[in-house]
């Protein structure tokens, strides 16, 4: 069964950090580009972070960039986000998603279920 599971979310103050974990699952994530998306309330689904290969720099919005930093384990079958010097306004419900043998994340293939996170003091 291909399964794409996010984990880690929870509460934080503004400052800390969390690191959130997308762990594949009857995939390869080699095959795959791996994105982080997020959904703030009442507001529109935004690419977060995207990792395709190791010789392919990932990318990021420009929100985030600086203290977000994604990596994957290969190993592991895992993505993972790590999140710094976190926002009140990167509160949100966080997706993973994979596409196929590209070299974009558009999250045309495969979704988690999403993982929340809250930035609040």
């Known amino acids: 069964q291909l399964q794409l599971v996010e984990s880690g979310g929870g509460l934080v103050q503004p400052g800390g950090s969390l690191r959130l974990s997308c762990a594949a699952s009857?995939?390869?994530?080699?095959?795959?580009?791996i994105g982080w998306f997020r959904q703030a309330p009442g507001k529109g689904r935004e690419g977060v972070s995207c990792i395709v290969s190791p010789d392919r720099e990932a990318s990021y919005a420009h929100s985030v960039k600086g203290r977000f930093t994604i990596s994957r384990d290969n190993a592991k079958n895992t993505v993972y986000l790590q999140m710094n010097n976190l926002k009140p306004e990167d509160t949100g419900l966080y997706y993973c998603?994979?596409?196929?043998?590209?070299?974009?994340?558009?999250?045309?293939?495969?979704w988690g279920q999403g993982t929340q996170v809250t930035v609040s003091s």
């Open positions: 009857g995939l390869t994530i080699e095959e795959f580009a």
């Open positions: 998603a994979a596409d196929r043998y590209s070299t974009i994340c558009l999250g045309h293939d495969y």
